[in-house]
């Protein structure tokens, strides 16, 4: 993953503003091997409509999830929301949609086992 560099000519996502802010959303939190509801909002990242990305905060920094597979995106959490969610996007957009759907199909299936 490269970090840093120009963000003009990314296609930006943008927070959903029709949510009227914080909503529930679902992690799985691997050290305690359990789902736990968050409080965060909808990412809408073009060309990844199909999943449910929200951004949240976590122990004074942010995180952008995926809430169907319960997955963090980023490895590493961000000191503002806005940088969370560039980081995220830059990861996504590099995966690619296909990948996309195989992590988060993969993510799905070891939870449910």
Known sequence: ?????????LDLP????????????????????KWVDVKGERVEIPGFEEF???????????R????SSGCHIS???QATKE??????????KAQGPHRMREVVGEAI?????
């Open 1 to 9: 993953m490269a970090h840093g560099g120009d963000h003009r000519d």
């Open 14 to 33: 943008r927070v959903a503003e029709s949510l009227g802010g914080s909503v529930s959303f679902r992690i799985f939190n691997i050290t305690l091997d």
């Open 52 to 62: 449910e990305f929200f951004v949240y905060p976590f122990y004074g920094r942010w």
């Open 64 to 67: 952008v999830g995926e809430n």
């Open 75 to 77: 490895q590493s959490d």
């Open 83 to 92: 940088l969370a969610i560039k980081v995220a996007t830059r990861m996504i």
């Open 109 to 113: 299936s070891r939870r449910s086992a």
